[in-house]
């Protein structure tokens, strides 16, 4: 069964980057066609989904996110990251990671995402 796990660094400073890790285990992040997402939820707030990583390595983006956010991934530790530059106190919120499972064909289709990690609350001094 397929598992995710959040992996955050503890309070962030304004004006830094906000890294978090992904891990992954009970499936590669190669060896199947799935993509796997970062989203967040800042306090009363709704779900903000803010990219993915597809299994050939291409990246995609939330166009409000696209010029701070990077994702990337290190198939030797099968886990991807998340990193988020000039954090200010809006970033405030609960990240998850997610799986797409991938559904036939070529391109393969997604249709949700399927599997969720716990969550982690990233903080923001102001």
């Known amino acids: 069964q397929v598992q995710l796990q959040e992996s955050g660094p503890g309070p962030v400073t304004p004006s830094q980057t906000l890294s978090l890790t992904c891990i992954v285990s009970g499936g590669s992040i190669t060896s199947s066609r799935d993509a796997w997402s970062w989203i967040r939820q800042p306090p009363g707030k709704g779900l903000e989904w803010m990219g993915v990583?597809?299994?050939?390595?291409?990246?995609y983006y939330s166009p409000s996110l696209k010029s701070r956010t990077s994702i990337s991934r290190d198939t030797s530790k099968n886990q991807f990251s998340l990193q988020l530059s000039s954090v200010t106190p809006e970033d405030a919120a609960v990240y998850y990671c997610a799986r797409h499972v991938a559904y036939g064909g070529s391109p393969p289709h997604y249709y949700g995402m399927e599997v969720w990690g716990k969550g982690t609350l990233v903080t923001v001094s102001s």
């Open positions: 990583i597809v299994y050939d390595g291409s990246t």
